[in-house]
């Protein structure tokens, strides 16, 4: 079990706020951090990480890494961090950089095999592609064994089918080590394949936090479609109106009564549901 | 032509070379913590120090000369302890050279390895520090091998601008021969008494050198594709 409370002063990018949060996190769970940009996810992870300091108490299992007397260094705290931009020893080969964390020839080779790495053992950091670097990332920081894996946006820069890859080494990496993970991400998918609970933080506090599924499927009521999306524009065809909404990296076009257009807004965030009752799935 | 290059005394040569080594090697070790501190620091005193390692690079020699000629002269409390207590005279000597060169020439290792460590990946540092790793071991392990450009210009430069200094070394050293008498030191009697072959080689071997280090260093982070050198 690891308890989580902490309070800091944060100087946002607009103003000043408070990152004061309050959890705990059973051990194994895989925990998705998720929100607005500047929100305090990051800080959050920098501070469990002992990267920066803050007032308040970290208790992990039976070990205290924070309280009003004890702040536990960041390197005799047991974590991994996977960093957005990988952070590689550009200086010294894949191999290298795993067993500069610890000289575990086992280990290391075992982790290049399952991320599928051993081939390119010898190569420099600076030549590999961002999905391998981040795979090497990934390895590094399971070097350690850590209790805590903290991954601060690990996947935002890889493109689709590489992120897909690497999800599925997370998962296996997880399910083998067991060890406590908490993710930052944007990516509803990846929360959903991922994690099995979801924190939203909001100018520094903890707004929602549930089971992935309870956080993620907004559906009100019967409805089984609910989408949330930025209203484009609203076109007038013939006697109908169409409202033209960007939903992700999707445009649609609705169907909205008169009375409707009056209340919405260009640039409104707006919520698009229905009930499916039997929705077509084709690959 | 070979008579004459044998004739010459190449003994400034090597007291040049000397002094820039010994030089190099305590600014070397000195600056290394110095600059790490400046370059990770968010200290208000930042500032403060990076315009005192700077001072050398604006002042005047004679100026630089001047102060640390009367700090080690026997007229100020550090001459008098060092003759005094231990016996040992820090001027007109060789060990005095040492000392003033260090002043002189601190600028020229600090701000290369300042700015070579500035420009590493803050979350590099953090990963080694993450993985277990000391401050001390994230140094040598992690910052010092990815700064190489930064590391080689600090060196050279500084032996470089050593071995070029004039003003200062003529302050504090004199002109004793096989003491404290550098090349460069060597040339200016030399156009003084109006031997004008003998200077003519010295400074032509000065010349030649100076390009050539200069040549290393500018080939050597052009090829490393990154220039560490005073911001």
Known sequence: MIHIAINKKLHGASADMQLDVNFEIKDGDFVALSGKSGSGKTTLLRILAGLEEANGIIHVEEEIWLDNNICKAVQKREIGFVFQDYALFDNMSVLQNLLYVKKDLVLANHLLHVTELTELKDRSPSTLSGGQKQRVALCRAMMKRPKILLLDEPLSALDPVMRSKLQNEIIALHKEFKTTTIMVSHDPSEIYRLSNRVLVLEDGKIINDGSTKDVLLRTKGSQKFSFEGELLEIKKVDVIFIAIIAIGQQLVEVVVGEDETKNLNIGDVVNVSTKAFSPTITQ | ?231
Not at chain 2, 38 to 47: D, F, G, H, I, V
Not at chain 2, 142 to 165: D, Q, R, S
Request: with cysteine; hydrophobic share 50%.
């Open chain 2, 1 to 231: 032509m070979i008579d004459i290059l044998n004739s010459i005394n190449y003994t400034p040569f090597l007291l040049s070379f000397k002094l820039a080594g010994i030089t190099t090697l305590i600014l070397f070790i000195l600056c290394l913590p110095l600059a790490w501190y400046l370059s990770q620091t968010t200290s208000k005193s930042k500032p403060f120090l990076e315009a005192i390692t700077a001072l050398p690079i604006v002042l005047p020699p004679s100026v630089i000369g001047f102060y640390i000629l009367y700090a080690l002269s026997y007229n100020s409390p550090i001459g008098a302890f060092f003759k005094e207590t231990l016996g040992i005279d820090l001027i007109f000597n060789f060990t005095g050279l040492v000392i003033a060169s260090c002043f002189y020439s601190l600028p020229f290792m600090v701000q290369p390895l300042q700015s070579g460590f500035e420009s590493l990946n803050k979350n590099m540092l953090e990963a080694s520090y993450i993985s277990g790793k000391s401050r001390f071991t994230t140094v040598l392990k992690v910052a010092l091998p990815n700064i190489k450009p930064a590391l080689m210009t600090a060196i050279i430069v500084t032996f470089a601008h050593t071995v070029g200094e004039f003003g200062v070394v003529l302050m504090i050293g004199g002109s004793i021969p096989d003491e404290t008498k550098v090349a460069s030191v060597a040339i200016y009697e030399m156009v003084e008494i109006m031997d004008y072959t003998s200077a003519h080689i010295y400074s032509g071997i000065m010349l030649v050198m100076s390009f050539l280090v200069l040549l290393g260093v500018y080939t050597f982070n052009q090829k490393q594709k990154f220039s560490g050198f005073i911001k």
